[in-house]
DNA sequence: TGAAATGTTGGGGCG
DNA sequence: ACGCCCCAACATTTC
């Protein structure tokens, strides 16, 4: 009897360009693709509903990839750490490959499976897939996780030049030519889960990730330097689901843009590394959250110059409650706020202005913030999350400095010039008159009737005047240097 | 991947 | 022609 094999899909929902799967699929003998529905996790909905549709969506491409193989794809709603050794056991396997995931919970989950099954006597195969570079492959020159960008970036660029990385190849064909596709493997739905059932905003898949990555790098990575500014206007990427997912790799969508470079054609270096410079963001929070785990429940370090949130009163929670449902009275913010609501994703030009909007003008914790995000967003993914919202909060490794407020004036004028954003999302607004749109409160009451929103009635006043508001925050963040400085 | 406050410069209006 | 002022435009400093 020949040996039978698990694969076990987590982050890495897909079939081409799969290192573990790749790998299994090199031997002899029976493969068995699994995925486990964690249901503690589920539980805890730190998820949505946009999210969780995202995955099942992008569940539904890889069960039928796997089908039209001949490999129809199991899967259990259970804790992992049981599911995985018992089906290992159930099915006689000999060993159980997975692409090694690098958040603090995930490296938990896997070393306690990886005992259990040691403990059976069944292998363990683990691959790198989900970054480029794993934690331990960058280090600085005292062997310690990067705290700068900077530095993290060179030794990154330094280490993909060395190494030439590749694309493992192997693996399966996206669509096997003429096989008969089968009935379709049944996933459970939403609600089995315990999740509302929503159109999901963008397909899931690596079909749908793939296609993506080519209209992309085909289409505005050739002005994306400006055009990655502009949130009324379709021109970033909208990949970071299928990172999150797996459905896309990104050192498979690195290659890509660096082709199309070289490859000749309209795309500027200054383009492409722009872009290729925001998934080494990515990957820089995922080493600095393997790194400090601790980030993962608060600051990465005590931070002077920044003030202290306020207390979280009837206050803080009326503020929180205008900033999560977007009526701020500033149209840049409520925006941004209305977008992620309604599509479980936000441009991330506007993620930086609702998150300084929510720290530094309502003086709120960053951690609502960064839940709330999670709560909604198709693409959650902790580390990259808490990243940018210690950044935004001037907590992180590499963070911006405390003294920098966003106007959300100025950048609705600069980023947003003709208020096609606000008006998408924010349509009481819609008719207001673009000399007004980001401050819509200077309307005299005559051009407030004439644009059908009167401030305070059909469009919320300012919550907080970001004047003040800055200068409060500013002489908070002082006051508290003057305490660290005492000590 | 900030923006306000402050400083500097140079062109043009004007007596 | 000259000095003076104003102010926009740009540069630098500061929070």
Not at 107 to 117: E, G, K, M, T
Not at 262 to 270: E, L
Not at 282 to 310: C, L, N, Q, Y
């Amino acid at each position: 009897m020949t040996a039978r094999r698990v694969i076990w899909f987590r982050r890495d929902l897909r079939v081409t360009d799969n290192p573990a799967l790749a790998s299994v699929l090199a031997e002899p003998g029976a493969v068995v693709p699994v995925f486990i529905f964690d249901r503690p996790l589920l539980a805890s909905k730190v998820f949505g509903d946009g999210c969780v549709a995202f995955m099942l969506d992008s569940l539904r491409d890889l069960a039928d990839a796997l089908g039209r193989a001949g490999m129809p794809l199991q899967w259990r709603v259970g804790d992992p750490r049981e599911e995985i050794p018992r089906l290992a056991r159930d099915l006689k396997a000999e060993a159980v490959w997975w692409n090694r995931d690098y958040e603090p919970g995930a490296v938990a989950r896997d070393q306690h499976v990886s005992r259990a099954l040691a403990e059976q006597r069944i292998c363990v195969r683990t691959c790198k897939d989900h970054l480029v570079f794993e934690p331990d492959q960058l280090r600085n020159v005292s062997g310690q996780p990067f705290q700068r960008y900077s530095a993290f970036r060179t030794a990154w660029w330094k280490q993909w030049h060395a190494e030439a990385v590749r694309s493992p190849g192997g693996g399966l064909p996206l669509v096997a030519a003429r096989a008969a596709a089968p009935a379709p493997f049944p996933l459970p739905s939403a609600q089995d889960l315990g999740y509302d059932t929503v159109i999901p905003w963008m397909r899931g898949g690596e079909q749908a990730g793939a296609a993506r990555l080519r209209a992309f790098v085909g289409g505005a990575l050739h002005r994306y330097v400006t055009g990655r500014n502009r949130p009324g206007s379709d021109e970033t990427s909208i990949l970071s689901p299928h990172f999150r997912f797996g459905t896309l790799n990104p050192r498979t969508a690195i290659r890509a843009a660096l082709e199309r470079l070289h490859g000749g054609g309209a795309v500027s270096r200054p383009d492409v590394y722009t872009w290729i410079d925001e998934l080494i963001w990515r990957e820089f929070f995922h080493h600095v959250m393997a790194g400090f785990p601790h980030v993962a429940d608060g600051p990465f370090r005590p931070s002077a110059s920044v003030a202290p949130a306020r207390r979280p009163d009837d206050l803080a929670r009326t503020l929180f409650r205008a900033w999560c449902e977007g009526r701020t009275g500033y149209p840049l913010v409520d925006a941004g706020m209305r977008q992620l609501n309604q599509t479980g994703w936000m441009h991330n030009r506007v993620r930086m202005v609702v998150a300084s909007f929510l720290v530094k003008d309502l003086r709120l914790d960053w951690r609502w913030g960064e839940r709330y995000f999670m709560g909604r967003l198709v693409d959650a993914d902790l580390a990259v999350n808490n990243g940018n919202w210690q950044w935004c909060a001037s907590t992180g490794t590499d963070a911006m400095p405390g003294y920098r407020i966003f106007n959300p004036t100025l950048q609705g004028k600069k980023f947003d010039p003709d208020g096609a954003y606000v008006r998408r999302y924010v349509p009481e607004l819609a008719k207001v008159p673009t000399a007004a749109i980001h401050a819509p409160w200077d309307m005299s009451r005559d051009l407030q009737e004439r644009a059908g929103c009167r401030i305070g009635a059909d469009y919320p006043r300012p919550i907080v005047d970001h004047e003040r508001a800055r200068r409060e925050y500013l002489e908070l963040a002082g006051a508290e240097r003057g305490r660290a400085h005492d000590n």
